[in-house]
């Protein structure tokens, strides 16, 4: 469990030396665990997770945060359940209490963090799904899981950067790290966890 390789490499800096699956394993949970830590220890009102933005007309932190959250979700439950694995990040289920209410965003957040943590560990890194997309024009696409793993922690990231900005506004103080995706964070040779990969 990835949880584990976190304890027992607490700067990351073996993580290297781990397969391809759990290096994205550890990726996945440290950007969602950013999240969890944004619900638990920063955002202090619900209203945080509803205000809605003056420069990104519609959004709100809270949208943004299940946003991110249903892509491993949606993920996840596919390569859980029985071939063929066929799935679409279209099929979301927008206005969710995630969205307005910080105890339902923790829950839902541990929650994929914990199926993460159950599903990756046995899964094959090169399983062929099928991705259907609205793009706007319907798009089936042949991915494999590591492919979408790896998009579903960079997409939550440019997710959380739009919260960064949310956050600004409301002068909410963020981590360092937290909207920037790893190979910025590796490229400025950040100490954050994400950035101590070589490339």
């Given amino acids: 469990m990835v949880t584990e390789v976190v304890s027992s490499h607490p700067n990351g800096s073996d993580i290297a030396s781990l397969s391809p699956l ?10 969602l665990q950013q999240a969890l830590d944004l619900v638990e220890n920063i955002l202090t009102s619900d209203d945080q997770l509803t205000a809605q933005s003056k420069f990104l007309p519609g959004s709100t932190i809270g949208k943004h ?11 996840i439950e596919c390569v859980s359940g029985p071939a063929p694995y066929i799935f679409s990040y279209d099929t979301r289920i927008r206005n969710t209490p995630m969205e307005n209410n910080l105890s339902e965003a923790r829950e839902a957040l541990k929650q994929v963090i914990s199926r993460v943590g159950e599903v990756v560990p046995t899964a094959n890194l090169d399983l062929p799904l099928t991705l259907n997309a609205v793009t706007p024009f319907m798009q089936t696409f042949e991915t494999t899981f590591g492919r979408e793993l790896w998009f579903a922690g960079l997409h939550a990231v440019h997710h959380w950067s739009m919260v960064r900005v949310i956050a600004g506004e409301l002068d909410i103080k ?16 950040s100490e954050a966890l994400l950035g101590k990969a070589k490339i």
């Fill in 22 to 31: 759990i290096q994205l394993q550890f990726v996945s949970t440290t950007v």
């Fill in 65 to 75: 945060l299940r946003h991110a959250r249903d892509h491993f979700a949606l993920l």
């Fill in 174 to 189: 963020l981590n360092d790290d937290f909207g920037f995706a790893p190979s910025t964070l590796v490229y400025k040779g």
